[in-house]
């Protein structure tokens, strides 16, 4: 990264110095501080005030011993995390991820994200994350449960309906939220909306399942449209199978563009008849379902398809990139394949999905980002509408839900753009939405003294 501003460059040094091997977490903050360069010089205050070595430390770490008895009797120990990265708007509120390579890095990069993504909704809502290196794959449902018991049993005290309020991520979703909630109540003795994600039977939001992909497709609609442009008739390469792909591609199909592939850890799947009927949106679910963790049965059940062991989807010529997977799915490689199929277009669903790198030359190369931050905030907009449910004691309809989201993601958009425009970085969504959120949190942080 190229930055000049003297506090931003040391601001930076301190935070790979002091947190060191936390390569995901150095990333974004080198990714977000670089890009505030304009707001920084204008604010000379921020740095009396150390506003970014603040922003940059966590409130709050939380690590936890997580042991559970697996189905052969045998004991088994995993690590739990819980980042209370930023409550200056609202209380902590963020995923919980549940895979076998989270460790402080990918929880407090994670964290940080989630609180300018946060700031961006529009919504009271401060940063946090939280996980393990469980790994879900292959496990039974009673194991499954046995570990969300043993997670919460020791997370509970930590949380709240107006403290730290989590929710789903990769790994967890509504079975997870379920047993989790469930333990929560029966250790606490009080019926509230601490988790997000949860079933429509008990608090849960109707549309918070599809919401996150949702939000992404109309975010990168309303991309198209500054250009003029629109989903109708688009070609779409998706990656990922999981709750987030399966929204993305559903609304995709909804506004008429064609998705040619999904992937998974062991490979991607082209489908030139696009993914494009009920039937191959419920078989995603399936996929998912099984907890096998591969995408390769999907041209077995629909023989059009073809599934490229090993490979990503990004050498695939698309109108649109959609990455719904993991964090730095894109690295030079893929976004140099990328540029050489003249892409144009490429909205982030996953947590940070391009290198810093990647990012860089593919914005060199006239290529459009749609940073996750902003692009994904849909699923995080809908939690906190569900925490307003709860805490309302009432029920709201899909139709009130989706309006609603809408509506958000054209305003998260527009407030993107228009902090870039405002400082002169022409359409940099990129930075845009760095600034919007930051903005907010700074004015926060900064009418609440040094706390
Ligand atoms: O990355 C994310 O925004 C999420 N995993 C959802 C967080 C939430 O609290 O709904």
Redesign the pocket.
């Known amino acids: 990264m190229n930055v000049q501003n003297e506090y931003i460059k040391s601001v930076i040094e301190k935070v790979i110095a002091k947190n060191p091997g936390e390569v995901e977490f150095h990333q974004t903050v080198e990714e977000v501080l670089s890009s505030l360069e304009p707001v920084i010089a204008k604010h000379p205050e921020y740095e009396k005030a150390a506003l970014l070595e603040r922003l940059v430390e966590p409130e709050r770490v939380i690590m936890f011993r997580v042991p559970w008895v697996d189905d052969n009797g045998n004991v088994q120990v995993n690590k739990g995390y819980r980042v209370q990265f930023n409550s200056a708007i609202g209380p902590y509120?963020?995923?919980l991820r549940f895979a076998p390579n989270v460790y402080l890095g990918i929880i407090k990069f994670?964290g940080f994200e989630?609180t300018f993504?946060n700031s961006l909704t529009g919504l009271p809502i401060g940063g946090g994350k939280g996980g393990s290196d469980f790994d879900p794959t292959g496990k039974s449902d009673a194991e499954i449960m046995r570990f969300c018991q043993s997670f919460m049993t020791e997370l509970y005290r930590h949380i709240g309906a107006e403290t730290d309020?989590?929710?789903?991520?990769l790994g967890v979703g509504a079975r997870e939220i379920g047993y989790m909630f469930g333990q929560y109540k029966r250790l606490k003795n009080v019926y509230e909306g601490v988790l997000?994600?949860k079933g429509l039977a008990y608090g849960g939001l109707s549309g918070r399942t599809e919401a996150?992909g949702y939000g992404v497709v109309f975010f990168a609609r309303e991309m198209l449209k500054h250009f003029g442009e629109s989903l109708e008739g688009k070609t779409v390469v998706v990656s990922g199978f999981g709750n987030v792909s399966w929204g993305t591609v559903q609304k995709l199909n909804q506004l008429g563009a064609k998705v040619l592939t999904i992937s998974g850890p062991d490979g991607y799947i082209y489908d030139p008849d696009g993914v494009s009927t009920k039937e191959k949106e419920d078989f995603m679910l399936e996929l998912r379902a099984s907890g096998k963790n591969v995408c390769a049965p999907y041209a077995e059940k629909f023989p059009n398809a073809k599934f490229f062991p090993g490979e990503k989807p990004w050498g695939v010529k698309a109108d649109l990139y959609i990455p719904c997977a993991t964090q730095n799915e894109i690295g030079m490689k893929e976004a140099e394949a990328m540029v050489a199929n003249g892409a144009k277009f490429l909205c982030e669903a996953s947590?940070m999905p391009t290198t810093n790198e990647a990012m860089a030359y593919l914005m060199a190369n006239g290529v459009v980002l749609g940073p996750s931050k902003a692009a994904?905030?849909g699923?995080?907009a809908c939690?906190c509408i569900e925490m307003g449910q709860n805490a309302g004691h009432t029920v709201f309809s899909p139709d009130q839900v989706y309006a609603q989201l809408e509506q958000i993601m054209i305003n998260i958009h527009n407030n993107a753009a228009k902090a870039s425009e405002q400082y002169g970085l022409g359409y940099n969504l990129v930075a845009g939405a760095n600034i919007a959120g930051f903005q907010k949190v700074a004015d926060a942080m900064m009418a609440q003294g040094i706390v």
């Open positions: 509120k963020g995923g994670l989630q993504k309020v989590p929710a789903g991520d997000t994600g996150t947590n994904n905030a699923g995080v939690s």
